[in-house]
């Protein structure tokens, strides 16, 4: 499956932001996507996901209640929605795929930049 991600910017704290990555190849159906993000100087880290066929999500803990995933079946489009935006929040964002019988996400987009000024 291969990923496009896109949305990102400058915004000012207390803002939002949707990212999108839109995805084409092969069924969705087995797949989890996820969310993604590096800040500089710091290691990759998850941030939410959600299963495609169920729905099901999962958060990182400092972005519950201010991020939301969806997914939207008809354009293969996965989003993710960032209010109450926080300086630390700025990092480049990356999606990816994970097969569920898997335990890697092995299919990544390019990343977007989301900055948040204070």
């Known amino acids: 499956v291969q990923l496009q991600a896109s949305g990102g910017g400058l915004v000012q704290a207390g803002g939002s932001l949707r990212l999108s990555c839109a995805a084409s190849?092969?069924?969705?159906?087995?797949?989890?996507m996820g969310w993604f993000r590096q800040a500089p100087g710091k290691e990759r880290e998850f941030v939410a996901a959600i299963r495609w066929s169920s729905g099901i999500t999962d958060y990182q803990e400092s972005v519950k209640g201010r991020f939301t995933i969806s997914r939207d079946p008809v354009k293969k489009t996965v989003y993710l929605q960032m209010n109450s935006l926080k300086p630390e929040d700025t990092a480049v964002y990356y999606c990816a795929a994970q097969i569920l019988s898997g335990t890697d996400f092995g299919s990544w987009g390019q990343g977007t930049l989301v900055t948040v000024s204070s």
């Open positions: 190849g092969r069924s969705l159906s087995p797949y989890r």
